[in-house]
């Protein structure tokens, strides 16, 4: 018998991806929904999907067993945010202000706004108080029904602030039920004080900065803005190289703004995902799509900048293309912090259905920081991750927009979240 100390009964129906690794192309557009299922946790993990007849059978209820009532809800797997800017100092509404006046972000940044703004800020800050404004991020975070969401550095840009980013980021997923994938994103800009030295900064941080972070276990993967005005192919490619010798897993800002080929880089250098891609060309669209190499498409950006132009989604989908959507939740071009609302926008401006929607925040957006054989899907043997919305189905997650669907949610087999109220600590 399997002993369950946490039990959702009777759920009225239960939604996951089309299946529990990655979708691809037009399966993209298929869910699995079903009805009056019952999903029990040992601890963390789930042990029991089936119905009720199953679960007499093969399951027993520990003595301090959870039980809930599923008839009312709609449930999903917590939604998982695959570009995250977590942990920086202050905010930059004043530059928001200058943007909506018609000023860009590159100018912006050429006045000594924009990264460095926030890296000035962030390099002022105490660790503590980087905690403790990260902790209330998450908390909005987790409200909205992100369960995991991986977490960059890159707003310290030497060795004392990347690695203060990074610990901060370790501190707070001790204790957050949030769980935390870091990423050293220390090549996210050129530090004034390296201005027109690309190399020795890229140097420093392969020399200085990496080998510590890979000493202290506090980062996973290794990113790098690849972007005209920040790191051109060449540079990216010689850093990346460099990050590969060390033992990390790669990542890309790819061709946000204009195409160097940064695509093609991620797809050469078996990146796990390739992020932004707004400006990809025919040809990288043709090769990335046929790779494994993910796309994480960021529509928060493009709707915050007012710009005018989106990543071209359908056209990775029709390919077979990996797609994803993430937050990147940031200062200055995304200040958005909501998966719920990233799906959203995946379907009023990228063009996806509900269904394709929903794959790229859950088990895609996953697979895209290598946790799709832990999260993403409700499965035997993956975390107990699971939202409770009561709504009368899932499709009115998109159609009444503006509220909060989520009623409960659950991290790891603990109820974390009850009636759109923190709980977790209690």
Same mark, same amino acid.
């Given at each position: 018998?399997?002993?369950?100390?946490? /039990?959702?009964?009777?759920?009225?129906? /239960?939604?996951?991806?089309?299946?529990?690794?990655?979708?691809?192309?037009?399966? &993209? $557009?298929?869910?699995?929904?079903?009805?009056?299922?019952?999903?029990?946790?040992? =601890?963390?993990?789930?042990?029991?999907?089936?119905?009720?007849?199953?679960?007499?059978?093969?399951?027993?209820?520990?003595? +301090?067993?959870? *039980?809930?009532?599923?008839?009312?809800? *709609?449930?999903?797997?917590? %939604?998982?945010?695959?570009? $995250?800017?977590?942990?920086?100092?202050?905010?930059?509404?004043?530059?928001?202000?200058?943007?909506?006046?018609? *000023?860009?972000?590159?100018?912006?940044?050429?006045? #000594?706004?924009?990264?460095?703004?926030?890296?000035?800020?962030?390099? +002022?800050?105490?660790?503590?108080?980087?905690?403790?404004?990260?902790?209330?991020?998450?908390?909005?975070? &987790?409200?909205?029904?992100?369960?995991?969401?991986?977490?960059?550095?890159?707003? #310290?840009? +030497?060795?004392? $602030?990347?690695?203060?980013?990074?610990?901060?980021?370790?501190?707070?997923?001790?204790?957050?039920?949030?769980?935390?994938?870091? @990423?050293?994103?220390?090549?996210?800009?050129?530090?004034?004080?390296?201005?027109?030295?690309?190399?020795?900064? &890229?140097?420093?941080?392969?020399?200085?900065?990496?080998?510590?972070?890979?000493?202290?276990?506090?980062?996973? %993967?290794?990113?790098? %803005?690849?972007?005209? =005005?920040?790191?051109? !192919?060449?540079?990216?490619?010689?850093?990346?190289?460099?990050?590969?010798?060390?033992?990390?897993?790669?990542?890309?800002?790819?061709?946000?703004?204009?195409?160097?080929?940064?695509?093609?880089?991620?797809?050469?250098?078996?990146?796990?995902?390739?992020?932004?891609?707004?400006?990809? @060309?025919?040809?990288?669209?043709?090769?990335?799509?046929?790779? +494994?190499?993910?796309? *994480? %498409?960021?529509?928060?950006?493009?709707?915050? &900048?007012?710009?005018?132009?989106?990543?071209?989604?359908?056209?990775?989908?029709?390919?077979?293309?990996?797609?994803?959507?993430?937050?990147?939740?940031?200062?200055?071009?995304?200040?958005?912090?909501?998966?719920?609302?990233?799906?959203?926008?995946?379907?009023?401006?990228? =063009?996806?259905?509900?269904?394709?929607?929903? $794959? @790229?925040?859950?088990?895609?957006?996953?697979?895209?920081?290598?946790?799709?054989?832990?999260?993403?899907?409700?499965?035997?043997?993956?975390?107990?991750?699971?939202?409770?919305?009561?709504?009368?189905? !899932?499709?009115?997650?998109? !159609?009444?927009?503006?509220?909060?669907?989520?009623?409960?949610?659950?991290?790891?087999?603990?109820?974390?979240?009850?009636?759109?109220?923190?709980?977790?600590?209690?």
């Amino acid at each position: 018998m399997i002993e369950i100390n946490t /039990l959702i009964k009777n759920i009225k129906e /239960l939604i996951n991806p089309a299946n529990d690794l990655v979708v691809r192309g037009a399966e &993209l $557009n298929s869910i699995r929904v079903s009805h009056n299922v019952w999903v029990g946790a040992t =601890g963390e993990d789930i042990t029991f999907i089936g119905f009720e007849e199953d679960f007499n059978k093969n399951c027993l209820l520990s003595e +301090d067993a959870v *039980v809930i009532d599923g008839s009312i809800f *709609v449930a999903m797997p917590g %939604f998982v945010d695959p570009h $995250n800017h977590l942990p920086f100092a202050g905010t930059r509404q004043d530059e928001f202000r200058m943007k909506l006046q018609g *000023v860009s972000y590159q100018e912006i940044a050429q006045k #000594g706004g924009g990264i460095k703004g926030t890296v000035r800020k962030t390099r +002022d800050i105490h660790i503590d108080q980087l905690i403790d404004a990260s902790e209330e991020r998450l908390n909005h975070i &987790l409200l909205t029904g992100t369960t995991t969401c991986e977490a960059k550095s890159g707003y #310290g840009l +030497d060795l004392e $602030n990347e690695l203060k980013q990074l610990e901060a980021i370790k501190a707070v997923d001790a204790f957050h039920p949030v769980e935390l994938v870091p @990423t050293f994103l220390g090549a996210h800009e050129i530090p004034e004080e390296y201005t027109g030295r690309n190399m020795e900064f &890229l140097n420093m941080l392969v020399q200085e900065v990496m080998p510590e972070v890979r000493e202290r276990d506090l980062a996973e %993967f290794v990113d790098i %803005f690849c972007e005209d =005005g920040y790191f051109s !192919y060449d540079e990216a490619e010689y850093y990346l190289d460099r990050a590969i010798e060390q033992g990390f897993k790669l990542k890309i800002h790819a061709d946000e703004f204009s195409s160097n080929n940064a695509a093609l880089l991620a797809v050469r250098k078996k990146a796990l995902s390739a992020e932004h891609l707004i400006a990809m @060309t025919d040809e990288e669209i043709e090769a990335i799509s046929a790779s +494994d190499t993910s796309c *994480v %498409f960021l529509p928060g950006v493009s709707f915050f &900048l007012k710009m005018k132009k989106y990543a071209p989604v359908r056209q990775v989908i029709q390919k077979n293309g990996i797609v994803a959507l993430g937050s990147d939740f940031n200062p200055g071009s995304s200040m958005i912090s909501s998966q719920l609302f990233i799906m959203l926008l995946g379907i009023f401006q990228l =063009g996806l259905t509900i269904e394709e929607a929903l $794959n @790229t925040v859950t088990i895609n957006a996953a697979y895209a920081i290598d946790r799709q054989k832990r999260v993403g899907s409700i499965a035997i043997g993956k975390r107990l991750d699971l939202l409770l919305m009561d709504i009368p189905d !899932y499709s009115y997650m998109a !159609y009444h927009i503006g509220i909060n669907p989520i009623h409960t949610i659950i991290k790891s087999g603990e109820i974390v979240v009850k009636d759109r109220h923190l709980v977790y600590g209690e």
